[in-house]
C-alpha cells in the first residue's frame, strides 16, 4: 500500500466471501504474528487487512511513534476502498498502541468526509492514545519501568528484541531516582536520534482528547478494564467522544483475553456485535453499553 511521500506499507490480507465489511488493524508487532486474527474476522465473515505500521518489519519508512498514524492509517482506507475485493464499511479496530493507529485514522478522515463516511466505527482495545499517556500516570507520575521494557523491545528499531535485562532495569530506576526519567535511557549507547525519541517522550504534554477528536462522527467502542493501567484515559476517550460512544469494562488488565475471563461472555462476540448495529450505514442503533446518552 503506497503512501503519500513514496512509501510502502505491507501486510496480510484475508478476505470473505460475500463480506460483510473490512477490519483495518495497523500494528508494530509483526503482521505475521496476526495471520490466526485476520483469519478469525474472515471466519465472521469480515475481510481483514493487518499492516505493519511505517519503518516496522515489512513497511517501508522510519519507525517514530505516535507520528505517522493518522495520514499513514488514511492512506490505507484509500486503498482498501480502491481494492476489488471490498465491500460495505470499513471498522478501524486495535489494542494498545494498535488502537492508537485506529483513532488517529479516523482523525485524519475528517478532512476527507467522502472517506470518513465509508468507515462503520472505530474500536479501541485497551487505547494507549499518546506518548503523555503512556509515559505517565493521570497524575503525572512516570511510568518509568513499564516504559523502559517497551522502548527497549520496540521503540527503536525496524524489528522488535528481547526483553530488557531485569538487572539492568533495576540500575536504570536506582539512576532515575535522582536523574530523572529522562537520563535513565534503556538502550546502553544510544544514537543521537534515540536520545531524542526518548527525551521526547518524556517532554510530552497531555493530549486535550476532547478537543483533537472534536470533529469525528464515526461511532465508537472503547473496550477497557478495571485492571489496565490506562483505563483512566480510556474512559476519558469514551467520554469525550463527539460522535456516539459505547463502552465494554470488566475485571481485565492490559491483556484483555488472557486476563481473568469476563463473566458476561466473550469479549470478541460483544464487540462483533457492536459492528454488526453499523454494517448498515443508514441506521443508527441504541449502543451496548453508554456512559452518555
Known sequence: MPVTDGVELEGILATAVNSRGTVIIRTPYNCEIHAAQ???WQARGYSCVIA???????????????SDEGADGAA????VLAAPWHRGGITLLGASY???????????????????AQVSGVVALVPALGRYETARDPNGCPRLADRLGWWFEHG???RSGPPLDKVRAAALLAHARHAGPEAAHPLPEPTPEETALWSELWVATPT??????????????V???????FVREALDLHDSWPGQASLITGPWGHRLAVDPADPAGSIGDRVVAWMQRFDDASHISTPISARKP
Open 76 to 79: 490505507t482506507v484509500r486503498e
Open 223 to 229: 473496550v477497557t478494564g478495571t485492571r489496565d493501567f
Open 156 to 158: 527503536f528499531a525496524r
Open 98 to 116: 494498535t488502537a492508537h493507529c485506529a483513532v488517529e485514522t479516523a482523525r485524519a478522515l475528517t478532512s476527507e468526509p467522502h472517506l470518513a
Open 38 to 40: 485476520a483469519l478469525s
Open 208 to 221: 486535550d482528547v476532547q478537543k483533537r477528536y472534536a470533529r469525528i462522527t464515526t461511532p465508537l467502542l
Open 52 to 66: 505493519d505500521v511505517r519503518g516496522r518489519y515489512t513497511s517501508g519508512g522510519r519507525w517514530h511513534p505516535y
